[in-house]
């Protein structure tokens, strides 16, 4: 079970990368494949952080925070609705919201 955990934080933190690298793309170069990379990596930042907690959970692999977790999970709901606005009609804007919501999200993380 270990490994499977160890293997969903993993993909978690590819998943935090991709979405600065689809932001800092957007913001940086324009490039047009920039929105996609970075919807697709929050929406798999929302998978892996629920299996996380639910593999957490039905394994007892220890005390999770679920109020911590509630608003991780809030802030990503954001970040995906905010990556879906910017697959629609990309925007510079709707980048840095979702690439600051994304470090907020790390701060809750680390911090809290
Ligand atoms: C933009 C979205 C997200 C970012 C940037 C993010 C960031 C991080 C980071 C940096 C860590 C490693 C640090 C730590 O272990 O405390 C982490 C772990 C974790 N995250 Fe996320 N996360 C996001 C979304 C989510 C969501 C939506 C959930 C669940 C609903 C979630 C649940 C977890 C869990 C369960 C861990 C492992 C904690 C542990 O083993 O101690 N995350 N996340």
Redesign the pocket.
């Known amino acids: 079970m270990d490994i499977i ?1 160890s293997a969903l ?1 993993f993909l ?2 590819i ?2 990368a991709g ?1 600065l690298a689809g932001f800092l793309m957007q913001v940086m170069t324009g490039n047009a494949k920039s929105p996609k990379v970075l919807l697709h990596s ?1 929406l798999l ?2 998978v ?3 299996l ?2 639910g593999l ?1 959970e039905t394994a007892d692999l ?1 005390d ?1 925070n679920h109020v911590k ?1 509630g608003v ?2 809030l ?2 709901v954001a ?1 995906v609705v905010v990556g879906v606005l910017n697959l629609r009609r990309p925007a510079r804007n709707l980048a840095v919201t979702a690439g600051v ?2 470090v907020l ?2 701060g809750v ?2 911090f809290w």
Do not use: D, E
């Open positions: 955990y934080v978690h933190m998943g935090l979405i929050s930042q929302l892996t952080g629920l996380l907690v957490a220890g999770l977790v991780k999970l802030v990503t970040v919501l994304a999200n790390i993380a680390v």
